[in-house]
């Protein structure tokens, strides 16, 4: 997480291959068992997308990418039974999310931030 001026092309290219291409890949390499199964596929996004975050262009843009695919893929399979949804969950304690979350009030903050009154 850091502000757009530093961060590079290779940077969004490579969340976009970890997020984006990564999942087009595994989806295409399960898409008959799945198919076969009924089966349902569940894709990653993050709040970050819909909020606008400061400092979260490289990760909004990969997960908006995911969440345009999610959408394309639940049209495209549909039909043959297939589902594909999408979940944005928020912060969660995680090694990214450390040097936020091990910052006192700023863990606080963030926790009455979400209805539950809690990360994760």
Do not use: W
Request: aromatic share 2%; charged share 20%.
């Amino acid at each position: 997480l850091k502000p757009v001026k530093r961060c590079t092309l290779a940077e969004f290219r490579a969340a976009s291959d970890l997020n984006v291409l990564s999942a087009v890949e595994a989806l295409k390499a399960l898409e008959k068992p799945l198919k076969k199964n009924s089966g349902s596929a569940v894709l990653f996004s993050t709040v970050a997308v819909q909020q606008g975050l400061a400092n979260h262009a490289i990760v909004s843009a990969a997960k908006g990418a995911i969440e345009g695919l999610t959408r394309a893929l639940a049209a495209e399979y549909a039909a043959s039974g297939l589902r594909v949804n999408c979940v944005a969950p928020s912060i969660s304690e995680s090694a990214m999310a450390e040097p936020m979350l091990g910052k006192e009030a700023m863990a606080a903050a963030l926790a009455k931030a979400h209805p539950l009154g809690r990360v994760g």
